[in-house]
């Protein structure tokens, strides 16, 4: 992969990353106004830090660059690109007049959960724009949206965790809500990841090759390595592959170290031998 490309990825991968910290949070807190209780300075300050996250999305999704055409996902053209853009400003702006309310003394369900629903719709618009299949716009939506849901739980949970030093008095109950909430995201991503890679959905669609490696056994089906033009060998099923043979191995460790053995006990009488050979000028002197 070249410089450029490296590159291209890591425009796309901030992106990702800022919208799931923005949408992310606020979903996390909308899930604690509603099942549990919470200082509004809590509340005020992860929903501020939810908007400035999607202020900063909207100014990465101005700088992404095109897609190249060996890239997994493709360009989503301009009137998508527009959209997504516009929804993410949105999200900003409803999670600015959030913090007001909360400011104020309520607790802005309403207006949270528009603002949740937007940035869903902005994580929507990007994966159909991007996507290049319709499985692949399935796959990288559901994809999209529990990487969010993770984020916005670890980012909500690590700020209450941190909220605790200041309010010794919070209950437990907030904090245990956001860990079982994100054991149960880790636990969907993980599912999904083996179902990506059993699909041929996983990194750039190669998958794991499970059906050629399970069941079929002729031409290059059976095949488990693929040579790049550059001469690159990647493994699809590495363990289909024949194991190795310990045995094998024990014995050339045994005969390396017989051979080591034998060359150190050679040396050795090699120089026993020439110390007690007399030397030539003492005999010639007798």
């Known amino acids: 992969m070249s410089v450029e490309s490296i590159a291209r990825s890591l425009a796309f991968i901030n992106w990702v990353v800022l919208v799931a910290l923005a949408v992310g949070s606020l979903a996390a807190l ?11 300075g809590y ?10 996250w999607a202020f900063l999305a909207w100014l990465a999704d101005g700088s992404l660059p095109q897609p190249e055409a060996a890239a997994p996902i493709r360009a989503a053209g301009p009137e998508l690109d ?4 516009l929804l993410i400003m949105l999200v900003a702006s409803l999670a600015t007049l959030w913090t007001l309310r909360i400011a104020r003394g309520s607790d802005g ?38 990487l969010t849901y993770v984020t916005g739980c670890a980012f909500a949970a ?24 994100l054991g149960a995201g880790i636990a969907v991503q993980i599912v999904l990841f083996l179902v990506w890679q059993f699909i041929g959905l996983g990194g750039l669609g190669a998958g794991w090759d499970f059906l050629p490696s399970c069941g079929s056994s002729s031409g290059s089906s059976s095949r488990h390595f693929s040579h790049t033009p550059a001469g690159e060998q990647l493994v699809r099923a590495p363990w289909s592959q024949p194991p190795v043979s310990f045995t094998s191995t024990s014995a050339r ?34």
Do not use: C, D
Not at 30 to 40: F, G, I
Not at 82 to 85: G, I, S, V
Not at 158 to 176: G, N, Q, R
């Open 253 to 286: 460790w045994s005969r390396e170290r017989s051979l080591r053995v034998a060359s150190f006990s050679a040396q050795e009488s090699l120089s026993s031998h020439a110390g007690a050979r007399p030397p030539l000028r003492n005999a010639s002197s007798s």
């Open 43 to 52: 509340r005020g300050f992860t929903v501020f830090a939810a908007g400035g």
């Open 30 to 40: 909308l899930l604690l106004t509603h099942r549990a209780e919470s200082t509004r």
């Open 82 to 85: 527009a959209l997504r853009r």
């Open 158 to 181: 690590m700020i209450l965790a941190h909220w605790y030093l200041v309010t010794p008095k919070l209950p437990e109950s907030p904090l245990l809500l956001l860990s079982r909430a």
């Open 109 to 146: 369900r309403i207006i949270g959960a528009i603002t949740v629903v937007v940035g869903v719709g902005a994580i929507l618009v990007g994966a159909f724009g991007w996507a290049t299949t319709p499985l692949v716009a399935i796959a990288l939506t559901s994809q999209l949206l529990i």
